[in-house]
């Protein structure tokens, strides 16, 4: 067994809601695809942010399924990335940063602390609007044009336009946007856990956990994967990168939860692969992915 520093972490969880069961091959999140699939759930991916006060922004980046007749969520796919460089916690065990992360990730759905960055979206009715070029002036009726400015007619508006508040809505820009509901974005299963006061981070994990468990850890420019026994993490034989995979492994089942792991991370990424899993008679496997 081996434990990593890592600069930054991906761990994939995968919850799935009481309820359903993961026969149901609909709450695969690849099986978008399918006519039926698509006919009876929705499919959604997103990114949210949550500010530790111990170890800074971390984000994690979720795929949704939710049933389309009643909108009950249904699973959600999580990639949990944690940014170690933030507040310099690089020198702590992968066990120990892990605590730090899920227990900022409780207490942001506890507060409400979680957030998304979305395009701002300038309303030239309430407040100057500006692009990489020009200027206009608030429009004081729905339908009156805008005023174009080239250059600026005096310094009380020069000062206007050069505040930062003002101008934050110019194009391309980011800004925070606060999730309204944990319940929304998760479902009550996951938030009932997460609120649960009397569960330790390592329960809330082991009782909301189910199948794939692997990292994959960015170690001083080098993606290695690990698979996760309880906080401790053993390095697996092969190598990672998004041009493809190449590992070995000694039991089946192993390699097969390793493919779908692999499969579910370059489709988060929209990353173009082909995949291959061969076997002997002593059930030692090579999984194999080919991607542009």
């Not at 460089?85 to 990730?105: M, P, Q, R, T, V």
């Not at 041009?243 to 990353?271: C, I, K, P, W």
Request: proline residues 2%.
């Amino acid at each position: 067994m081996k434990s990593f520093y890592q600069l930054m972490t991906f761990i994939f969880f995968s919850f799935v809601l009481v309820g359903e069961v993961k026969a149901n091959h609909c709450l695969d999140f690849s099986s978008q695809s399918s006519a039926y699939c698509q006919a009876t759930y929705t499919y959604e991916k997103q990114t949210l942010y949550f500010d530790s006060e111990v170890i800074g922004e971390q984000s994690l980046n979720l795929e949704r399924i939710s049933e389309k007749a009643s909108g009950k969520i249904v699973n959600v796919d999580f990639f949990f990335v944690g940014n170690c460089e933030a507040k310099g916690y690089c020198n702590l065990s992968f066990d120990a940063f892990l605590d730090l992360y899920i227990d900022g990730f409780r207490h942001a759905i506890e507060a409400e602390g979680l957030y998304e960055y979305v395009p701002d979206i300038c309303d030239p009715r309430l407040e100057v609007c500006c692009d990489d070029f020009q200027c206009t002036e608030i429009l004081s009726l729905p339908n009156t044009p805008a005023k174009k400015h080239t250059k600026l007619d005096s310094d009380s508006e020069r000062e206007l336009l050069s505040d930062p508040i003002m101008t934050s809505n110019a194009r391309g820009a980011m800004i925070k946007r606060v999730i309204d509901s944990a319940l929304d974005a998760f479902g009550a299963g996951i938030v009932d856990r997460a609120l649960d006061g009397a569960l330790s981070n390592d329960e809330f994990m082991n009782e909301t956990l189910v199948g794939s468990n692997f990292t994959i850890v960015d170690h001083n420019g080098e993606k290695l994967i690990c698979a996760i026994n309880g906080f401790t993490c053993e390095t697996l034989n092969g190598s990672f990168s998004n041009a493809g995979a190449y590992f070995e492994t000694e039991d089946y089942s192993d390699a097969r939860a390793l493919h779908d792991f692999l499969q579910e991370y370059y489709n988060h990424y929209h990353v173009q692969c082909w995949s291959r899993m061969t076997c002997d008679l002593a059930n030692s496997c090579v999984v194999t992915y080919y991607c542009d």
